[in-house]
C-alpha cells in the first residue's frame, strides 16, 4: 500500500532520501562519457503509480500533444526525483482543476428587515451543482467554492411536501425551526411542490438529442456515458413521441431524422454508431438542434433539445454571453434547451447551467448511470413537462417579528424588487412532481444578529425594541407564475406566522433537518462564514437523523459524501482552496 511508506508520511525525509540517492547514484557513475550521456531508463514504481493516479484517465485528443510532453518529461526525470506527492497535496494538487469554468457569485448579503424588508428571487430546480459536487468528492478532491450552488444541493432530493390543491400546478407551505448553527436565529423553510403526471400522461414529446462528439468527448466519461444515457430515455419512448438526433464537432449534421419513439432499436443504432473527434463548432450544432425542432414542432405538445456535451466549445460562436443570448432567443419559438454535463477537467459548468437557465430548460450533470436513470427515468415527467413557468418568489419580511435575515443561495436567481410584477422579466420553470426548497436564516427582532446597531436610526433598531410592524406575522408570501402556454402571470398570496414559542431542529419535521443539513453542508465547503462550530460531523449526524424512509438511497449517500469530505478536509488543503 502507498501510505505503508515512511516517505509519504514524512515528506522531510522524502527529501533526504533523494538526496541521498543522487549522491550515491553519483559515486557510482562510469567514466563512459556515453554512458553517463544516456538518459535514466523510467522504471515503474510507486512514484510513477502516483502519477498514473493523479492524470486523468482519458486524454482527449485535444490534449494529446500536452500529454506526450509530459510523458516524455517525466520518462527523463531521474527515478530519484519523482518523490510522492503528500497525502494532502495529492487531494488538492490536482493539475487541470483550473480548466474547469465555473461562475463566480458572491453569497447572499445580511439585510437589516428595517432597510431592505423585501426578498425577491426566481425558483431553480436545476440539480447539476449536487452531482458534479458529488463527483468531485468520489475522485478524492474538495469541490471549488465556485461549483457549491446551495440550491442545487437542497433541491437534489426528494421532499415529502403535501400535492398542490384546487386549480393551482403546486402547494406552498412554509416551517419555522431553531437554526442548527446558530443559536440567534432561525430558519424558515418555503416548500414548493408541483403536481404530479405519470409519464404515460404526458403530452406527445418533440425531442431532439444534440451530442457534443468532438475530441474532448473522447474518453470513457464523455461519449460512451452519454449513449448509455440516451439509450435508457430512448426505453421510455411511446410511439407517439418522436426523436431526432444532432451531432456537432467540426461541423453539425443530422444523424437521424425525427423518428417514432416505436422505432426504439433504430434510434439505438444511431446513437451507438457515433464516435468522438475533432473541433467543437457548439454554436452551429445549437442551430441545427432547433432546425429540426421546428421541423418536428407539435402544437401543445412537448418540444424540447437535450444538449449533451462537456461545454469546450471552441469553433464559431463561443463566448458565454452570444451563446445565453442565442438560448434566450430560441426559447421563443416554443422549444425549451435542458442540458446534460458530462465529462472532467476541462468542462465547462457555468455554460451548461447558464445556457439551461436562459432556454427555459433545467441542468443535470451525469457522473454515472445511475444519475442518468435519476434524471431520465425515474424524473423524466420533471425533466420534460413543465406545469408552471416563469416563477417567482417575493418575501416581505415584518420588521416587527425580523430584524435581519439572509437568503441560503439563488444568488445567481436574484431578482430587483420590481421584477416581480414584470411578465416580461424571466425566471425558472418547475417541472411536474418537482419540488423545490428555499431557506431563509432570520433573526427575531430583539435578537442578536449579525449587523451593528445603526447609530443614527430614525426607528428603534438601535434600541433593541420592536419596530412598527404587524405583530403575529413573521412575513408576507408572494408568488408569481404563468401557466405553460399563458403570457401573463397569476399571483398567489399567503401570510406567515410567527411562532409564539421556537421549535427546536430537533422538533422540526425530517424534511427541514434533513434540507438543513444540506445547506450546512454546502457552506462548509464554501468557507464556514456563517456556520460557526457546527462542523462536518454535525451536519452528518443532522442528516442521519432525518434520512426517513430514503426509498432511493440518496439520503444515505449523502451522509457518506459529507464523511468523506471531512476526510479531505485538513488544514493544509483548506488553505491550499484558498489560495
Known sequence: MLTSNPLIRQPLLAGFAAGLTFALAGCSLPDNNESAARPAQPVASESDALYAEMAPQDMSRKSAPIAAEQVQRRALMPRAAIAPMPMADRITGYRDSDREQYQSVADNPVHAVAEQPVSTFSIDVDTGGYANVRRFLNSGRLPPKDAVRLEELVNYFPYAYPQPTGDTPFGVTTEVAASPWNANSRLLRIAIKASDMQVEALPPANLVFLVDVSGSMDRRDGLPLVQ????????????????????????????????????????????????????????????????????????????????????????????????????????????????????????????????????????????????????????????????????????????????????????????????????????????????????????????????????????????????????????????????????????????????????PIAGASEDLRFAAAVAAFAQQLKGEQYTGTFALKDSAELARRAKGEDRFGLRAEFVQLVELAQSLQTPQNVQVRAD
Not at 268 to 289: F, K, N, P, V
Not at 316 to 323: C, M, Q, V
Open 228 to 503: 448509455s444515457t440516451l439509450k435508457l430515455l430512448v426505453d421510455q419512448l411511446r410511439p407517439q413521441d418522436h426523436v431526432a438526433l444532432v451531432t456537432y464537432a467540426g461541423e453539425s449534421q443530422v444523424v437521424l431524422a425525427s423518428t417514432s419513439g416505436k422505432e426504439k432499436a433504430k434510434i439505438r443504432a444511431a446513437i451507438d454508431r457515433l464516435t468522438a473527434s475533432g473541433s467543437t463548432a457548439g454554436e452551429s450544432g445549437i442551430q441545427l438542434a432547433y432546425q429540426q425542432a421546428q421541423q418536428g414542432f407539435i402544437e401543445k405538445g412537448i418540444n424540447r433539445i437535450l444538449l449533451a456535451t462537456d461545454g469546450d466549445f471552441n469553433v464559431g460562436i463561443s463566448d458565454f454571453e452570444s451563446l445565453k443570448q442565442l438560448a434566450a432567443d430560441k426559447r421563443k419559438t416554443g422549444v425549451s434547451l435542458t442540458t446534460l454535463g458530462f465529462g472532467t477537467d476541462n468542462y465547462n459548468e457555468r455554460l451548461m447551467e447558464q445556457l439551461a437557465d436562459a432556454g427555459d430548460g433545467n441542468y443535470a450533470y451525469i457522473d454515472n448511470l445511475r444519475e442518468a436513470r435519476k434524471v431520465l427515468v425515474d424524473q423524466l415527467s420533471s425533466t420534460l413537462a413543465t406545469v408552471a413557468r416563469d416563477v417567482k418568489i417575493q418575501v416581505e419580511f415584518n420588521p416587527a417579528e425580523v430584524s435581519e435575515y439572509r437568503l441560503l443561495g439563488y444568488e445567481n436567481r436574484a431578482l430587483k424588487r420590481e421584477d416581480f410584477s414584470n411578465d416580461k422579466v424571466d425566471a425558472g420553470d418547475i417541472g411536474a412532481g418537482h419540488t423545490v426548497t428555499a431557506l431563509y436564516e432570520i433573526v427575531p427582532a430583539g435578537g442578536k444578529g449579525w449587523l451593528e446597531p445603526l447609530r443614527y436610526a430614525q426607528g428603534t433598531e438601535s434600541s433593541g425594541k420592536r419596530a412598527a410592524g404587524k405583530p403575529g406575522e413573521l412575513a408576507w408570501l408572494r408568488l408569481r407564475y404563468k401557466a405553460p402556454q399563458a403570457e401573463t402571470s397569476r399571483l398567489l398570496e399567503r401570510s406567515i406566522e410567527a411562532q409564539s414559542k421556537v421549535t
